[in-house]
């Protein structure tokens, strides 16, 4: 049990809710035998979640159903967004912890919002309540490992100086470089905008300026903090940890740049100490001179460097988080508790779905080719971000729809990559609708055919938790990953189905086990034409061939 520690000492009794006392009277560490807590008998004892409430208020939390591989790191962060953490405890052969905060206001706020939204840690549901301990006092000597973790994760929030000692890892040891951090974000499931990084970041530290571009489909940012410590601090805590359940997950390294020069304040770069500079809408977020220096940065996780390119992201639309998650925000900043939630997201993988939702999931989409679109269509195409559970397309309007997605999650996603896309040969136009549903026809009325239920259709890409395909959700791009394609079939039969949708392939590439390739035909358009023609397209053998938009280019 790593990091166990040999001496507890409480302000009032245990009570039957906590195993703290027999997980240290069981382990195999002799000393352990003169604790001064002793067993009750109730340790098996499940609670239900509706007592996490009934013990009186303490700054020390009990956190339980722990997943197996938790890292005092992982346990620390969900507090971090409420105030200081002081101490911890890991009962890691019991799955649990306990974890003492700053004050007993900061650990209230804490025991309130989770349990409006129920935490997830690695994507398990934890338990967080009252404990019966009022604080924690444990020997650092041989609680080294969870000691280094809080001190290189609070060091920032107390104003402290680097610590000493015992570290984490290389990287709490090695003086940061730079104040400048330069994220990728992976599994981009949903919008990551410039305000959600200024406010998940500025928890360890003063954030002086974002800069947020697109490059090899990927969205990416340099942001610079006024002391590198605050930089260091940061990338320990966030780096690899999910900014939403299962996805958005940050990898984060230093830049070799050290100053960055915004040019202009809007939705893809700001600069914090300098209000008065101007929108500049359409105009390149990143000074040329720190273009040229972001070109040589070769130490930058091990990406092909080069110029950004397309310095426009699709992602970088403010209001999609604030609807997304029912976050306020004012003057482009997020309401306490709504930082403390996205924050808390970033560290501790909390899962935001509990949080109810501004938005019903209804899409409407206008400027529709009413001639060629029809409800299976644009299933398959919305289909790509989210589970499309109705379609209907408007009597006395056909060239506008209405698409049901499977929550306000998957809506805004849908509408942040497809919104200005062209189908059919249109720009169509995509945006939240007013309805909560989309209405079936009444038995017996016949629309001909213009709305479709889809909710129990087997094609939907996101139900089974966990899928792979939360992992590979991209942008429209000309490039289409093909899977499901049965030994049988050659490049030759799948460039001329391909290009019988209406295109042109100019390059196809097998993976080496045969069952998946990538395609990439002229333009955009014609990969959207494509993906909704050949989705599910039936190649023999029972092999229906599955079609997604790729980050990758031949």
Do not use: W
């Amino acid at each position: 049990m790593d990091g166990i520690v040999t001496d507890v000492a409480v302000g009032v009794k245990r009570g039957s809710d906590e195993l703290l006392s027999s997980s240290l009277y069981n382990s195999p560490n002799p000393s352990m035998s003169s604790m001064v807590v002793t067993a009750n008998g109730n340790d098996n004892k499940k609670l239900r979640v509706e007592e996490r409430m009934d013990c009186a208020p303490s700054r020390v939390l009990h956190i339980r159903k722990l997943p197996n591989e938790v890292s005092e790191t992982e346990v620390i962060a969900l507090g971090l967004p409420f105030g200081k953490v002081t101490n911890i405890l890991m009962l890691k052969g019991k799955n649990q912890a306990f974890l003492e905060l700053g004050s007993e206001e900061a650990a209230i706020t804490m025991v309130n919002y989770y349990t409006a939204v129920t935490p997830h840690v690695r994507n398990v549901p934890v338990f967080i309540q009252y404990s019966n301990h009022k604080e924690l006092k444990t020997d650092s000597a041989l609680n080294q490992r969870a000691q280094a973790v809080l001190q290189a994760v609070t060091a920032v929030q107390s104003a402290s100086t680097p610590m000493s000692g015992t570290a984490v890892s290389e990287c709490a040891l090695t003086p940061a470089q730079s104040p400048v951090l330069r994220i990728i974000i992976d599994n981009m499931f949903y919008p990551v905008t410039l305000d959600v990084l200024q406010q998940i970041f500025s928890k360890f530290g003063t954030v002086l300026k974002i800069i947020t571009f697109t490059k090899n489909n990927q969205f990416q940012a340099l942001l610079q903090f006024s002391d590198p410590m605050n930089a260091q601090q940061a990338k320990l805590a966030l780096d690899g940890q999910n900014i939403y359940n299962a996805c958005c997950t940050p990898c984060i390294d230093f830049s070799k740049l050290v100053n960055l020069n915004v040019k202009y304040n809007n939705d893809k770069s700001r600069d914090y100490t300098r209000p008065e500079l101007p929108a500049g809408d359409g105009q390149p977020a990143m000074d040329p001179s720190v273009t040229a220096a972001f070109n040589k940065d070769s130490s930058l996780l091990g990406k092909n460097q080069g110029t950004p390119s397309g310095m426009v992201s699709p992602y970088s639309s403010g209001g999609a988080f604030s609807s997304s998650l029912s976050f306020g925000q004012t003057g482009g900043a997020l309401s306490p508790l709504s930082a403390a939630a996205a924050a808390a997201a970033a560290a501790g993988r909390v899962a935001l779905s509990g949080v109810s939702h501004s938005n019903s999931g209804v899409l409407l989409v206008s400027n529709l080719n009413e001639e060629m679109v029809t409800p299976q269509s644009l299933f398959t195409l919305f289909g790509v971000y989210g589970d499309a559970q109705r379609v209907k397309i408007l009597y006395n309007k056909k060239d506008s729809a209405l698409i049901q997605m499977a929550d306000g999650n998957q809506a805004q996603l849908a509408m942040s990559h497809l919104n200005g896309q062209k189908m059919y040969g249109k720009i169509i136009r995509v945006t939240l609708s007013k309805h909560q549903t989309v209405q079936l026809p009444r038995e017996g009325l016949d629309d001909q055919g213009l709305t479709k239920d889809f909710t129990n259709s087997p094609l939907h890409r996101f139900k089974k938790p966990g899928s792979k395909n939360f992992q590979n959700i991209f942008p429209p791009s000309a490039t289409l990953h093909l899977s499901n394609i049965p030994q049988t079939i050659t490049e030759e039969d799948l460039r001329t189905l391909f290009e019988n949708s209406g295109g042109t392939v100019k390059a196809f590439k097998f993976f080496q086990d045969h069952k998946m390739a990538l395609l990439q035909m002229s333009t955009v358009e014609e990969a959207i034409q494509a993906l909704i023609d050949l989705h599910n397209y039936n190649l023999g053998d029972n092999h229906h061939l599955r079609v997604s938009f790729s980050k990758s280019t031949i």
